[in-house]
Nanobody, 128 residues
């Protein structure tokens, strides 16, 4: 599956952005879809995920209550609505997909190592 992110950009503190991840090659609904981010000089950080089974959602502590992940199976896309953005949210945001086999083998939705497919990333810059 190929993943392409869009929707990044420059926004002021307190503003909102919606990131989108478009999949091709396979139905994204067959995968757990996750968002990770990486700021300069920092490790890649889990942001959010939505599972292939039951569409359960998960969020990193730093974004809980501000970000919302959702699927649009008709368009084979996953979205990340980001509200109340803070300067600490500045990073490159990556969409990733984890197969059911990977999840059955014990890989956590929180851990990047369990995701087999990755997009190229989209830059989000939050200015004060």
């Amino acid at each position: 599956v190929q993943l392409v992110e869009s929707g990044g950009g420059l926004v002021q503190v307190g503003g909102s952005l919606r990131l989108s991840c478009a999949a091709s090659g396979r139905a994204l609904s067959d995968f757990t879809a996750g968002w990770f981010r990486q700021a300069p000089g920092k490790e890649r950080e889990f942001v959010s995920a939505i599972t292939w089974a039951r569409d359960s959602t998960f969020y990193g502590n730093s974004v809980k209550g501000r970000f919302t992940i959702s699927r649009d199976n008709t368009k084979n896309m996953v979205h990340l609505q980001m509200n109340s953005l803070e300067s600490e949210d500045t990073a490159v945001y990556y969409c990733a997909a984890q197969t059911a086999a990977s999840s059955y083998s014990g890989n956590s939705v929180y851990d990047a190592v369990g995701y087999e497919y990755w997009g190229q990333g989209t830059q989000v810059t939050v200015s004060s």
